[in-house]
Every structure is written in structure tokens, then in C-alpha cells.
Nanobody, 125 residues
Framework: QVQLVESGGGSVQAGGSLRLSCAAS????????MGWIRQASGKEREGVAV???????RYADSVKGRFTISRDNARNTLYLQMTTLRPEDTAMYYC???????????????????RGQGTQVTVSS
């Protein structure tokens, strides 16, 4: 089992920034794919960004150029730096991990075996 605990969510005004963190523990290894997914109220879950053990990254088109995913394998921690936030970024953000990657249609189809409890991000206009 892999345990994932997110932190860093909150409320900001449009144009602001937030950094999310996710601490991984348990049977997690640095070879795992790790990512962020989000779900807004009344909407489908979508992938935001993913990073492999080789540090290759993928992003949803809606966040490219604004969000940066990174990981610190020494600390077993995943990050998501979010800048130029928009009201449409408002959602519950979940940290996720898996030994294999399912990321299709630009993140519209994602699947991770492990997921955290989530942290709320609210962006006001």
C-alpha cells in the first residue's frame, strides 16, 4: 500500500499562486509515476500533471505554462507549483501514484491505483 497526504491548498484571487505538496509513504518507490488530478464540483475528474521516475512530465493543455510538477525523491514528496491561477482552476486536487501510467486524451482519461484525500483549491475572480 501507498499512503499519500496532500497539503498546501487554500483560497486565492485570480492571478495568484499556490504550491501543493504530497508526502508519500508505505510501499512507494521513486520509480512510481506520480501525478495530480482534480475534480471540480459537478464535473468529471481530470488529470492535471504527471511525472515519471525518469522526471518526464505531462500536463493538461489547460495548465501548460502555468503549473509545474516536480518531485523530490529524497523526501518522497511531490509538488505542484501553480501560478496565474484562474477561477476555473477551482477544484479538489488529489495526489496520485501508480507503478504504471494511464494518461490519455491530454489527461481527460487518467487512472492511478493510489490517491490521497485531496486538498481544496479555490480561486476567486
Amino acid at each position: 500500500q501507498v499512503q499519500l497526504v496532500e497539503s498546501g491548498g487554500g483560497s486565492v484571487q485570480a492571478g495568484g499562486s499556490l504550491r501543493l505538496s504530497c508526502a508519500a509513504s508505505g510501499s512507494y518507490t521513486s520509480r512510481y509515476y506520480m501525478g495530480w488530478i482534480r475534480q471540480a464540483s459537478g464535473k468529471e475528474r481530470e488529470g492535471v500533471a504527471v511525472i515519471g521516475g525518469d522526471l518526464n512530465t505531462r500536463y493538461a493543455d489547460s495548465v501548460k505554462g502555468r503549473f509545474t510538477i516536480s518531485r523530490d525523491n529524497a523526501r518522497n514528496t511531490l509538488y505542484l507549483q501553480m501560478t496565474t491561477l484562474r477561477p476555473e482552476d477551482t477544484a479538489m486536487y488529489y495526489c496520485a501514484a501508480d507503478s504504471s501510467l494511464t494518461w490519455e486524451n491530454g489527461g481527460q482519461t487518467v487512472d492511478f491505483r493510489y490517491r490521497g484525500q485531496g486538498t481544496q483549491v479555490t480561486v476567486s475572480s
